[in-house]
């Protein structure tokens, strides 16, 4: 697969086959993504790669958070509290177009929160991961994890997996912290479901539209 292809394939999978995921081939994409540059090649990632009862327990833990209402625990801000245009209306369109796929009608208050609760079971996928940085680390490493993170997708897809990078498996810190064994002051950047895809799902039948170059960039010769 070339890396313009892998890279315009790639998109998020919100639904799985019940099928399991090979540690060998989890540590064949880690293997590969550990090539992503770092400024001054600190390397600041740190990888949990869960299944199995411990993926089922952390799954349960944040449904129930999720469902008794308990205040969100996130250890950074990953989204504004006020959003500005034009991310704002974006973020908006990306909303509708989840719920408009399934036919979930906007004022479908409780089909919304039942698709978004989802996200707390990694969309069922037999993967999640998370993402750790040290906390003694600057901003400069969370770009550096971004980086990784795209790598572990796109060598991901290589191996015919899908993924979902999610923000949502990180509301709750202290909670997987605990589950997990990371020390408290770790900061969990984010999650990520991992597994095969169910290409006959709906949720995984749309695309996400992109701004055209001209949009974003500004050529000076
Ligand atoms: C760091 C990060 C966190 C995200 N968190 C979530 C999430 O919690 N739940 C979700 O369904 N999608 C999440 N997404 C996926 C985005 O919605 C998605 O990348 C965007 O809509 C573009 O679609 P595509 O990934 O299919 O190209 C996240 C993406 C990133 C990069």
Wanted: with cysteine; net charge negative.
């Amino acid at each position: 697969m070339d890396i313009s292809q892998a890279i315009r394939q790639r998109q998020s999978i919100r639904a799985y086959l019940d099928r399991e995921v090979n540690r060998d081939t989890i540590k064949k994409i880690l293997d590969t993504a550990r090539y992503a540059p770092s400024g001054a090649n600190c390397q600041p990632w740190q990888v949990a790669v869960v299944s199995g009862t411990t993926r089922e327990i952390i799954a349960q833990a944040l449904t129930s958070a999720f469902r008794r209402g308990e205040p969100e625990d996130h250890d950074y801000a990953y989204y504004p509290v006020n959003w500005q245009e034009p991310f704002k209306a974006r973020r908006i369109a990306c909303g509708m177009q989840l719920y408009q796929t399934l036919g979930i009608d906007r004022k479908d208050k409780q089909g919304r929160m039942q698709q978004w609760e989802a996200n707390y079971r990694a969309f069922d996928a037999p993967v999640m991961l998370f993402f750790f940085l040290d906390r003694s680390l600057a901003i400069g490493s969370y770009m550096d994890s971004g980086m990784f993170i795209q790598s572990i997708m796109l060598a991901a897809l290589e191996e015919g997996l899908a993924t979902c990078p999610q923000a949502a498996l990180s509301s709750y810190a202290t909670l997987i912290k605990d589950i997990l064994g990371y020390p408290q002051d770790t900061i969990l950047l984010c999650g990520m479901a991992m597994g095969y895809e169910d290409k006959g799902a709906l949720v995984n039948s749309y695309r996400t539209p992109r701004e055209e170059v001209e949009h974003f960039t500004t050529f000076h010769e």
